[in-house]
């Protein structure tokens, strides 16, 4: 149980472009769900927290108007990377929780590549 | 301070060996424990799940909570060489976001 997907798993796109990612709870209901980025050998950064119908909390330093999430079911949220730069490359991963939310179940991770 | 410290590693044992990981802290209010293993270009998964102190154990895989030190614990019994990924540890309390470590990366040698 408490299966997350993300889509796709990897993406090369131009600079300027945008790109969209998905996140799906498979089996649950995710009352939350979070963003973060990984760079090489680093570990998780969260990016923003988003529930279900409000809008997402974004961490410090990180642009809300560039980095665009909607959450607009509880099994579905989108990361939208506005204008993408190479400097955005990294790995990006969506995480799930329901209930209380004292855990969270991640996907697999996106890996973008902006050239 | 961090919240949250875990060396780095690398750490590379035999194949067979015990493995000791481990975290420290300093946020007291922390009561959900938690390790994750992640594999090179995967996302973290959920190996082990533990509330306040105590020991809980699962398969070869044992994690230790100790609050009165702010310290916590992953064993690794009779290492394999799929067992070689970066492992994280995340603790958070009821009001607070999941703090991560940043992950300690182990190798198992056949």
């Known amino acids: 149980g408490a299966v997350v997907s993300q889509h796709p798993s990897w993406v090369i796109c131009k600079s300027g472009t945008s790109v969209k990612i998905e996140c799906r709870s498979l089996?649950?209901?995710?009352?939350?769900m979070f963003w973060y980025r990984q760079f090489p050998k680093q570990s998780l950064m969260l990016m923003a927290t988003?529930?279900?119908?409000?809008?997402?909390?974004?961490e410090q330093g990180v642009e809300k108007d560039k980095f665009l999430i909607n959450h607009a079911s509880l099994t579905l949220s989108t990361l939208t990377v506005t204008s993408a730069h190479p400097e955005d490359s990294s790995f990006y991963i969506c995480s799930a929780s329901f209930g209380g939310g004292e855990t969270q179940y991640f996907g697999p991770g996106t890996r973008l590549l902006v050239l | 301070q961090k919240e949250v410290e875990q060396d780095p590693g690398p750490l590379s044992v035999p194949e067979g060996a015990i493995v000791s990981l481990n975290c420290t802290y300093s946020?007291?209010?922390?009561?959900?424990f938690m390790w994750y293993r992640q594999y090179s270009r995967k996302g973290p998964e959920l190996l082990m799940y533990?509330?306040?102190?105590g020991n809980k154990e699962d398969g070869r895989f044992t994690a230790q909570v100790d609050k009165s030190s702010k310290y916590i614990s992953l064993f690794i019994r009779d290492s394999q060489p799929s067992d070689s990924a970066t492992y994280l540890c995340a603790m958070s309390s009821s009001a607070s976001k999941i703090i991560f470590g940043s992950g300690t990366r182990l190798s198992i040698r056949p």
């Open positions: 533990t509330y306040s102190s």
């Open positions: 089996d649950f209901q995710a009352t939350t």
């Open positions: 988003s529930n279900e119908g409000s809008k997402a909390t974004y």
């Open positions: 946020n007291s209010a922390f009561q959900y």
